[in-house]
């Protein structure tokens, strides 16, 4: 079984920054991808940033491309989110997913973690 816990979630006023972190425990793969998916009330899961744990491949929604970084930490086995330049709009439930492939898609995820809150304030 395969155990996620992000944490760094918090408040920021607009234009500020925070750094999610996301540690894995468990059964792990010979090649995966590691993904941040956030959901605001109301809304659909919205993907937002994935990256293979092997070669540190990333990949961007849309929404935050030029804004966020993804990065993994192999000998800690963490994946770390950097938001930068934090709007309104991305306030949202922040989850961490394992998948065995790089993708964007929320149902070739297996394994959550619980979510950690961002609240941003205009």
């Known amino acids: 079984q395969v155990q996620l816990v992000e944490s760094g979630g918090g408040l920021v006023q607009a234009g500020g920054s925070l750094r999610l972190s996301c540690s894995v425990s468990?059964?792990?793969?010979?090649?995966?991808?590691m993904g941040w998916f956030r959901q605001a009330p109301g809304k659909e899961r919205e993907f937002v940033a994935a990256v293979t744990w092997i070669s540190g491949t990333p990949l961007y929604g849309d929404s935050v491309k030029g804004r966020f970084t993804i990065s993994r930490e192999t000998a800690k086995n963490t994946v770390y989110l950097q938001m930068n330049s934090l709007k309104p709009e991305d306030t949202a439930a922040y989850y961490c997913a394992v998948s065995s492939i790089l993708t964007r898609g929320t149902s070739s995820y297996n394994y959550w973690g619980p979510g950690t809150q961002v609240t941003v304030s205009s």
């Open positions: 468990g059964r792990t793969f010979s090649s995966y991808a």
